[in-house]
């Protein structure tokens, strides 16, 4: 009963509308029903309640209020265009071929999906700073950290498609990828809580990049290049929230593999880690709900480096056929690489209402 308390005390003036046609707080349009009745926000609800959703999505629901009847709140309800169908039905496949754990160049066709921004830094000038990952031909799925305005980066542009960055063309044992294409971005959307909660800089470390223009497909290399962010991650892998079960995560990208030099790398590395808490607990103390982050590695060597913020953590069914985007790297270790500690990443299926939320066609 606290929520629809609340919920009416937030309202300034509400009219009873029932039935009638609405726009959502992302600019789709909707239908005014009851609360109960929209699956997408009676869920935020439930899941508020049983306390696995942060207080802040409360911002969804207040937002998504249309009018009242009988004192109880309706809420604009997304019709056909609903954020969940913004979300390819084919993703999530790759032609990964290395299973070699620990710090090694990834194959061309491996990680189809993960991309790497390009940013402008007072007194340094233009580079890339760190990695991304995509989930549409028009969102890319990044850290808060690396495209906040306290980053130090203006974000020039997402280049998808690379894998070597000294070279034009990237070819391997007679397949060529076309030119990487670079992106210009003309939305960064940072989560409202971001830098909001005290004694913990990296909470809510999650951010969408929505490109100017659709990314070009090319069957031929962005076949199936983006990953849903938890495509039936709990139906096929029995994964719900932190729940990991001790599984490995891939994370792929071009930061440094040296922590006290931080030089990108020219080829994408990639590396297989542990995920679990086992040497994270001292991590875990800054985040008001341990939900908000899983860690992974833990073992002298193998880990996520500077450069590498942004990028994607990784799990796959047991066939290796499909894949599935459950971390953001965020934080890690002084010294990355060090045995006994982990890397943080920001959990994906955790926020999934708020990613919803915020795509458009």
Known sequence: MWVWSLLFMLLVA???????????????AGVCIPTDECPE???????????????????ILKQSICGFVNNKPNSCCPLTSKPRDLLPEVCGVSALTEKIIGGTDASLLDWPWIVILR?????????????????????VLT??????????????????????????????KGKCRKEPQDMRVENIIVHEEYLKVRGCNRCHDIALLRLAQPLIMDPGQYRDAHIHPSRSLEQDLNITDRNFNNRFGWAAGWGTID????????????ILLPI???????LLNDYPDKNMVVCAGGEAGKD?????????????????????????????????????????YTNVNHYMPWILQHLRP
């Not at 509400?14 to 789709?28: F, I, L, Y």
């Not at 926000?41 to 911002?59: C, D, K, M, V, Y």
């Not at 940013?119 to 969102?139: A, K, M, Q």
């Not at 922590?259 to 990639?270: G, I, N, W």
């Open 14 to 28: 509400a009219v009873s509308a029932q039935n009638s046609n609405c726009r959502t707080p992302s600019g789709s």
């Open 119 to 139: 940013g402008r830094e007072p007194g340094v000038g233009s580079r890339f700073f760190c990695g991304g990952t995509l989930i549409s031909d028009r969102y």
């Open 259 to 270: 922590p006290t030099k931080p030089v990108f790398r020219s080829v994408l590395q990639h």
């Open 304 to 344: 996520t480096c500077r450069g590498d913020s942004g990028g994607p953590l990784i799990v796959s069914n047991p066939q290796v056929t499909r894949f599935y985007l459950v971390g953001i790297v965020s934080k890690g270790p002084r010294f990355c690489g060090t045995e006994r500690s982990q890397g943080v």
């Open 143 to 172: 850290a808060a950290h690396c495209v906040h305005s306290s980053s130090g980066f203006e974000l020039e542009y997402v280049r998808a498609g690379e894998y070597d960055l000294s070279r034009d063309m990237d070819c391997e």
């Open 276 to 282: 679990s808490d086992e040497f994270c607990g001292r």
């Open 41 to 59: 926000l009676f869920n935020l609800l439930q899941r508020i309640r049983a306390g696995t959703e942060p207080r802040s999505s409360l911002t």
